[in-house]
């Protein structure tokens, strides 16, 4: 249950680049024919794995009058990590989806998950911001 560093950027459609006055160019497309990118976040790289204490899996819905938290069970859990893991179709054809769901089970047995429903409205990112911050992460 731990986070490793990776290269500081994130990828922001751009119309979230646009609402938060991000500069994108074009030859940072995450794809050709995407609009979406890659944004550089600066040059600060953690040096070692940090403990994963909470998992967040943001719902963008459009017309919520206010952000909305809810808390998987372990079962609603290891069934969206396992559906949100990365490449996870690869693993599945590689017969190595049972791996995969064992995996998603231990992180849901010990780290909790919300799904946080957020407005599609930016001016609503404060309050979005928080409702996280009141997100318990006891287990």
């Given amino acids: 249950r731990l986070a490793y560093p990776a290269y500081p950027s994130a990828k ?14 074009d030859d940072a497309r995450v794809k050709h ?3 979406k990118f890659h944004v550089d976040l600066g040059d600060v790289f953690l040096d ?20 909305e938290t809810r808390r998987f069970t372990r079962g609603e859990a290891t069934a969206v990590l396992a559906n949100l893991t990365h490449y996870g179709e690869v693993a599945t054809a590689a017969g190595r989806g049972g791996a995969l769901l064992s995996h998603a089970a231990a992180i849901a047995a010990q780290v909790p998950v919300h799904r946080v429903a957020r407005s599609t409205d930016f ?3 404060d309050a979005l911001i928080d409702l996280i911050l009141t997100l318990d992460a006891a287990p």
């Fill in 12 to 25: 922001l459609w751009s119309a979230s680049a646009t609402q938060l006055a991000i500069a994108t160019r």
């Fill in 33 to 35: 024919g995407f609009d």
């Fill in 48 to 67: 070692a794995p940090r403990p994963l204490d909470l998992l967040i899996v943001l719902a963008p819905t459009p017309g919520l009058a206010a952000p």
């Fill in 123 to 125: 001016a609503q990112f």
